[in-house]
Nanobody, 122 residues
Framework: QVQLVESAGGSVEAGGSLRLSCEAS????????IGWFRQPPGKERDWVAFITSAGDDNYVPPVTGRFTISQDKAKNTIYLQMSSLKPEDTAMYYCALDLRRGNCRVGDFEYWGQGTQVTVSS
C-alpha cells in the first residue's frame, strides 16, 4: 500500500507564503501523476496542481503564477510553494498519486494523503 505523508500546513496572513511537501512511500513507477487537491470549508474538493513523471506541470487558473509544484525524485517528495496567498486559498490540502499512467486525470487518483490545513487570514 502506497502511503503519502504531507507536511504540516499553517496559518499565514494574506500575501504570505507557505511550502507544503508530500513524501510518497514510492515513486518507482516509470509513469505517474502526483499533485495537490484542496477542499475549502463547505465546498467540494478540487484539483490545484499536478506534476507528472516526465516533469510536466499544470495548475488550476486561480493559482497560476502564485503556486509552483516541484518534485525531488531522489526523495520521493513533491512540494507546493504557495506565494501571494489569499483568504480564498484557505482549505484542507491533499496530496494525491496515480501510479498507473503518466497523464493526470482529475477524478481518478489511486492514493491520497491525510490532508493538511492551510489558513490565510485577511
Amino acid at each position: 500500500q502506497v502511503q503519502l505523508v504531507e507536511s504540516a500546513g499553517g496559518s499565514v496572513e494574506a500575501g504570505g507564503s507557505l511550502r507544503l511537501s508530500c513524501e510518497a512511500s514510492t515513486l518507482s513507477a516509470s509513469r505517474y501523476c502526483i499533485g495537490w487537491f484542496r477542499q475549502p470549508p463547505g465546498k467540494e474538493r478540487d484539483w490545484v496542481a499536478f506534476i507528472t513523471s516526465a516533469g510536466d506541470d499544470n495548475y488550476v487558473p486561480p493559482v497560476t503564477g502564485r503556486f509552483t509544484i516541484s518534485q525531488d525524485k531522489a526523495k520521493n517528495t513533491i512540494y507546493l510553494q504557495m506565494s501571494s496567498l489569499k483568504p480564498e486559498d484557505t482549505a484542507m490540502y491533499y496530496c494525491a498519486l496515480d501510479l498507473r499512467r503518466g497523464n493526470c486525470r482529475v477524478g481518478d487518483f489511486e492514493y491520497w494523503g491525510q490532508g493538511t490545513q492551510v489558513t490565510v487570514s485577511s
